[in-house]
């Protein structure tokens, strides 16, 4: 069983549009973290949310922390072709020191 | 340069036959983790590392053995390697705890025929 949900799986668009991707778990998390994975590389930490309905913004990207503390979304606008990965959620659930990662998003902008 | 370093990047073996991969961390971090990424599985934990000579079982350690004799390194050992466990692995270490930044390897895409 899958802790972290993400949805869409897949998700292509052109550049300049707008996009939201999620993630959903049953589970209470302490914290989420957000990660991007371009090919051939290791992931690499975009934003962690910690405060239940945390809004944190980097440059166009818009995390979201539900209230309850059981998910989370990314929003791009303006989309760009360097925007295009894999992206992760991550979280260690309620006094488990494992690190549960989502599935992922595979995005892709085309120019 | 703060980095995770895995070594070898690709590894074709047969089965059975042992093997290890190396993960080294200058960071002086103290959580150190081995994932495999699978396609539609995501990444998964394999096995984690509070400390020196304290090392735990991720959600899929079957196969797999680590240690941590020293803080910087964290190698994953596969004592007998089988076809399913063709996969691509990720060493990654944080500061203190899992709910940390982590920072991973390069990866390692190890193929068991």
């Known amino acids: 069983t899958q802790l972290l949900e993400q949805s869409p799986q897949f998700l292509s668009i052109q550049e300049g549009e707008n996009l939201t991707v999620y993630c959903n778990s049953s589970?209470?998390?302490?914290?989420l973290q957000w990660y991007r994975q371009e090919p051939g590389e290791g992931p690499v930490l975009l934003v962690t949310?910690?405060?239940?309905?945390e809004v944190k913004k980097l440059k166009r990207l818009t995390f979201q922390f539900g209230d309850a503390r059981k998910d989370s979304s990314l929003h791009i606008t303006a989309a760009q072709p360097g925007d295009t990965g894999l992206y992760l959620c991550?979280?260690?659930?309620?006094?488990?020191?494992?690190?549960?990662f989502g599935t992922g998003t595979r995005l892709t902008i085309i120019p | 340069e703060a980095q995770v370093t895995q070594n070898p990047r690709y590894l074709i073996t047969v089965t059975g036959k042992k093997l290890t991969v190396t993960c080294s961390q200058n960071?002086?971090?103290?959580?150190m983790s081995w994932y495999r990424q699978d396609p539609g599985l995501g990444l998964r934990q394999i096995y984690y590392?509070?400390?020196?000579?304290?090392?735990d079982k991720g959600d899929v350690p079957e196969g797999y053995k680590v240690s941590r004799k020293e803080k910087r390194n964290f190698p994953l050992i596969l004592e007998s390697p089988s076809p399913n466990q063709t996969s691509l692995y990720f060493c990654?270490?944080?500061?203190?705890?899992?709910?940390?930044?982590?920072?991973f390897g390069p990866g390692t895409r190890l193929t068991v025929l």
């Open positions: 990654a270490s944080s500061l203190s705890r899992s709910a940390d930044t982590q920072y």
């Open positions: 589970s209470v998390f302490s914290s």
């Open positions: 949310v910690v405060t239940g309905g």
């Open positions: 991550a979280g260690p659930a309620r006094g488990n020191e494992k690190l549960t």
């Open positions: 960071m002086n971090h103290e959580y």
């Open positions: 590392s509070m400390n020196v000579e304290v090392t």
